[in-house]
């Protein structure tokens, strides 16, 4: 049963032991502030003393969330109004995009989770949650030329206690993330799930680093579909940026990892280079018929040639971001998509499970590797040698059982 | 004179009055609670419930498979070589020992001037090291392979601070470290110069603890203090972007989870706590009634699925992060677990605790098995207790090969 107008003032007089226009007054500032909002006109935020439905919105968030949830909202309304945002919306949009880049998969991601969910809803509850949203980014954000309820003249700091906010979904959606995540690495994680062809901790063999090390010429299958997981995998991976770059060389923007690197230089390296490597940079990326140009829009151009007059370590920050994400969203996708990528996976390898022995004195000798410490060259990892099998008497090999397997009855 | 006959009166009514005010209390009190629980209704699901319908993990039982001896004292910290093998420890004495924890061959070892090391880590070339303690500052030392070279003889005092070192952390390089004292600030260095390039002021009390966002624009740390904050930072403004506190007392560790979208924290409360940085608040609590001593350190598995905690008991609890279940528990410490990290690709996780020894530990299973010929065949597979041999192995759960001699056999 929802709560009529006539039923809010009603409460109102009895719970404040108000008049009837005292009541109505404080009833229609609860609405214009968004307590409870009308699911008749819900551009109209009065209280009317009649059987108009309306409805409580629900607790409030901290900043953060609001920042998301506004941009989610704006995300939906463009997907489904295919980008035709009002001025002002779109203005908001681009700001709050600047503002969460970072996270933006994930906006797009939950705006597109909430409104096949929507789909899904029975009418009545889909009209409620749609008024209710409505009337919340109305107050919220008025368009230009409407009274902002909200102003509250100076920012202080506890003026977010006045939001109220539609939390609903939003947190739930985040657990599902953890969900697919953790589904996404299971296979993975060595503790979990085990490693081929051996856990080198439990088997004493060191196979698995092996053939895990960077300068390989085969990867193994998991390592090559990891770095389908996000841009970061394979960034992270040297072999995997080894292999983007060649793609990259192919389609005539290697330019932009390059880029990308030497930032990351400037960022990670010494303080007393970085005149020197912003120098090299500029002369390669940046200036006017570089011999690698890269393409960064003007704003982000012109705010970085001004800060390279007096270079600091995070000059070159904005354009970094800029460049990543333009491979993010353009080339690393072609990639997966690309054959370069399709046959370094289908050639990967998948290592054989050893076979083990049970018993603890059949360890192998365990060999040492060489210090990171020291230029080495690669040596040579020793094969193991095989323990006195004769001796004993109850030798059986067993393979590597699943840790998740239940108990099985032998009858 | 008059007053007489009207104090008992008096006297009624102050009763009636009192009993009136402890009624009006309880129903205060009832009235506060239904709101709780009414409002803990409005509030969105929890995580076990969105993670209900994953499978279950089972029991895991987890072994120690190398245990590193050599330290002379308590061991307060230890951090993995990106090597995947080796590791670096410290310890109340001022010992700093590298390891290659595979081998247990101990590689390195230096003096500290000072007594409780707190801190260390790896550079992630894995040519040096860096610690600190007592003497309030980030020293690195260069590894040299001249087994003669002094390694002191190398040191670069980095970092300074006006009271302990926590906790120490190289960035993406071996050219910026990051730490927390007991001063209550963490801090940025340069390598090279010595020079400070960022501090982050905002704890309002000793800060024991950081971990670095593995996040894709890699510029926001988190850190943990005895004021029962964790506070988020901007490494390039040094401004705390979030703070949570939660907590019931100090927290000792926090760890980002893989994806960077969360972290883990563990505290003196005896609870390990998880917190969504884009829900911005806790939305996993890991504890028992069975647990009361605290949590010196946590690290996530690969898939993030597991949390490990290091106890003040000794003790090792293992948690479902999606279930909010302990999994496991793994004793095998004589004194307080300190220190706790999963190795750099997962296939393992390193203890350090105050009975002076360092433990790299993995799962296993149990299993039992049955002779049958030379060369047996068949196995019957069950977890259980480590040294704890399953107890009913009657012939009631092996009808069929109940005239054959039964062993127990364990994974190695």
Redesign the interface.
Known sequence: MLPKGRDIIDWLIQKYNVSEEESLHVGGMLVKYGYIYPLKEPRSLVLRPDESPYRFQ??R??P??YV?LDTIYLAKKNIRKQGELMEYEKERYSVLHKRIN??WD?VVMQAREQLRASKQRRKADRIVLECQEQAYWLINRPPPGVHNVLDVGLERPNNFSARVTL??????F??????K??????N?????QG?LPS?????DD?A??TM?ADMVPTPTRLRVERWSFS??ELLEDSMGRREFMTYLEKEFSAENLCFWQAC?DV??????RIVEKVEDIYKNFLAPGAARWVNIDSKTMDKTLEGIRHPH??VM?DAQ?HI?FLMKKDSYPRYLKSDLYKNMLAKAIVPQETK?????F??RQ????P????AATQAEDGQAKGAGQADI??I?V?TE?N????????? | VQRSPLIPEMATQEVQLNETLAHLKTESETLKSKLEEE?AK??????H???EK??G??Q?VMKT??TLKGHGNKVLCMDW??????IVSSSQDGKVIVW?A??T?K?HAVTMPCTWVMACAYAP???AVACGGLDNKCSVYP???DKNENLAAKKKSVAMHTNYLSACSF???D??ILTSSGDGTCALW?V??G?L?QSFHGHAADVLCLDLA????GNTFVSGGCDKKANVWDM?SGQCI?SFETHESDINSVRY???G??FASGSDDATCRLY??????E?AIYSKESIIFGVSSVDF??????LFGGYNDYTINVWD??KGTRVSILFGHENRVSTLR?SP?????STGSWDHTLR?C????F?I???YN??????????CAPDKPPLSLTAT?????SNLKK?I????
């Open positions: 629900v607790s968030s901290s953060i969330q998301y970072h996270t994930f939390v609903s979904g939003f947190i739930a985040i657990y599902f993330l953890f969900v995540y953790s589904e996404q690495y299971l993975h994680d060595p503790i979990m490693c856990n080198p901790w439990i088997s060191t698995h680093w895990n841009f970061m990351e960022r990670h390296g010494e303080s007393s370590r995070f920050d971001m990543y083990k022995s049970v018993f603890p059949m360890r365990r060999h040492s590797s210090s990171p410490a020291q008497d109850r059986f067993i059982i840790r998740r397997t239940q108990l099985r009855c032998l009858s | 409002r409005l509030h969105d699901v929890e995580l419930q969105v993670a994953v499978e993990l089972g895991f498979r190398r070589c990106k090597d995947k093998r080796r290659d595979f081998t061959n590689e070339s894995g040519c590894l040299s392979l960035t993406n390089s050219m910026q340069d090279e110069s020079q390039l593995p996040s894709e624009t390039r979030q989870y893989p994806s979208d969360a969504d940085l884009r829900a911005d608040r939305v598995s690969l898939s993030g699925r597991l992060v999606l999963v690709d997962g296939t393992a996780f790299v993995d799962d296993c299973y299993f098995g049955i002779k030379q060369n047996l065949c068949t196995f019957n597979f069950t977890p759960h092996l009808p069929k090969y062993h056999y364990r994974s190695t």
